[in-house]
């Protein structure tokens, strides 16, 4: 049997070549996913290229007797990815129904209400900062980032009751809002406007305006703002992965392509952390989660 090497693949798909055996067939497959960056975060696209159409037919054509074996091999390739550990899933078993929270913001996103510039985690953004800015938060983005111009009214992500207003020793100056639900989960709202219109122990619904967005460079033109975190109720010294918490379409929102939308990478470990959902929770004030020897992209300055 031929060697199948890379060259050997990428002959076979440019001459469209249809006599190849089912282990040619697998490979040309599952290096084709993997080169096009189809499997990623320990799981497959549901999309398949066209490449992998016709190299697909060409086999059926020339092995119909033996394509029930080569398809078998890829549904169980495939099933042992869905079950790998690390498979991009929402914090702490959630699925997306069960997600107690809503959207900050009343309306729909947009270029002329909000849209999402920077989510919770190992961004590239936090890890350029993470011995200034994000030291205290183990060198990640501790929240998620929404923008909107100042002054845009902010909502309660659930029902609760008020529980701190502007306690600028959990951050996000120069003006903020901490709100407890009955779940155990409390919502920070950073970079305000102003002083929040509420006094601690002031109950809130999902929905009432809280908060008015503001710009933590406090010029309103610099980069304003929601800095949104979901913690611990109670002792706050724990913050959690707001994508995960509040019933929204991330991966949509996250198409929007802004800087603050990467994640920094451990050449090390260059799959973990890369998603969304799979991002760890931060203990503050705890050690930095990031220093990476070999990080990409590379560190600035180096
Ligand atoms: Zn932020």
């Not at 407890?180 to 509420?198: I, K, Q, R, V, W």
Request: glycine share 10%.
């Amino acid at each position: 049997m031929r060697k199948c090497s890379g060259p050997v693949i990428r002959a076979a798909l440019r001459n469209r070549k249809t006599d190849i055996d089912a282990p040619q067939f697998t490979i040309i497959i599952v290096h084709n996913l993997f080169w096009r960056g189809l499997i990623v975060e320990g799981r497959t696209s549901k999309y398949i290229g066209i490449s992998e159409f016709w190299v697909a037919n060409g086999f059926l054509r020339s092995q119909p007797k033996i394509w029930i074996t080569a398809f078998i091999i890829i549904v169980l390739f495939a099933g042992l990815l869905f079950t790998q550990e690390g498979m991009a899933q929402p914090a702490q078993g959630l699925q997306p129904g069960d997600r107690p929270f809503r959207l900050p913001f009343a309306d729909p996103p947009g270029p002329s209400t909000w849209l999402l510039v920077q989510v919770y985690g190992n961004t590239t953004g936090a890890f350029r900062q993470r011995t200034s800015t994000y030291n205290a938060g183990q060198g990640l983005h501790f929240g998620v980032d929404l923008s909107a111009a100042c002054g845009y009214p902010v909502v309660a992500i659930g029902d609760g009751v008020v529980s701190k207003v502007d306690a600028l020793q959990h951050g996000s100056a120069p003006h903020n809002l901490m709100i407890d639900h009955p779940n155990g989960y409390a919502s920070f709202y950073g970079h305000l406007l102003e002083t929040p219109a509420l006094t601690p122990g002031q109950e809130v619904k999902a929905g009432d305006v809280v908060a008015k967005v503001g710009d933590p460079d406090e010029t309103c033109t610099s980069r304003p703002h929601l800095h949104l975190e979901i913690r611990n109720a109670g002792q706050y010294n724990h913050a959690y992965n707001p994508l995960a918490l509040i019933d929204a379409d991330w991966d949509t929102l996250a198409l929007n392509g802004a800087g603050g939308l990467s994640f920094a990478r451990d050449l090390d470990a260059p799959r973990k952390w890369q998603g969304l959902y799979d991002q760890p929770e931060v203990d503050f004030w705890g050690l930095r989660l990031n220093d990476y020897d070999d990080p990409w992209p590379p560190e600035w300055g180096r």
